[in-house]
């Protein structure tokens, strides 16, 4: 008989097993310790995380009473069809959610770094939307209001340039002294992300030894 440490754990099941036990997603990363954009991404389709996070998490799940087998059976014996049924009564559709292809030659660390910087971009993008519009003295938008405005289109755009990147298409080039385009000048906004080095990437090949370390 299969071990259950010889069988892996799929999107549907980890969204299974978590409801089974009412977890969030978020308590789910707190109690394993497991990285936010790695159970998020894989529990969307969009990303497979390494054996060993896969491992950890069914480990967790079963060490909190989760009955994988009957997870599995209890699958089985809901048609999608009747699903999709129930959805629709409700005014919902069942959709498969798309993932998008990453460009090969990345690396893990790479890769890492990347979505890393995406789910810290998108939870500080649910705080500044969450904050509240406060006007200057003498009218107008204030300096607060103005400054988070600033961070959250900042922090949408660098996504953006890291989803593309992610895909082999780099947009920003290496910023230079004397712009000549305004591509120059997303070059010297860029500067100021952390992961500028990865931004980069695609202008000079070369960095991607310097990202291994």
Do not use: C
């Amino acid at each position: 008989m299969t071990s259950s440490h010889q069988k892996q754990i799929t999107p549907d099941l980890s969204k299974a097993a978590r409801r089974e036990l009412t977890f969030t997603q978020a308590n789910v990363i707190a109690e394993t310790g497991i990285q936010a954009y790695k159970l998020k991404q894989f529990e969307a389709g969009r990303f497979r995380p390494d054996l060993a996070t896969l491992q950890k998490l069914r480990d967790f799940y079963e060490s909190q009473g989760v009955d994988f087998d009957q997870l599995q059976a209890h699958a089985a014996t809901v048609p999608p069809a009747a699903e999709s049924d129930a959805l629709q009564q409700k005014g919902l559709t069942l959709n498969a959610k798309p993932g998008f292809l990453i460009a090969d030659g990345l690396g893990q660390e790479r890769l890492d770094r990347a979505l890393e910087r995406m789910e810290e971009n998108d939870q500080r993008v649910m705080e500044l939307i969450a904050q509240e519009h406060t006007t200057a003295m003498f009218g107008g938008v204030s300096s607060a209001t103005d400054s988070a405005m600033r961070e959250l289109f900042g922090r949408l755009a660098e996504n953006h340039l890291l989803f593309r990147f992610l895909q082999g298409k780099g947009i920003v080039k290496t910023a230079k002294d004397d712009p000549n385009t305004i591509g120059d000048h997303l070059a010297h906004w860029a500067k100021d992300s952390p992961l500028y080095d990865v931004l980069t990437l695609s202008d000079d090949s070369k960095k991607f030894d310097n990202l291994e370390g």
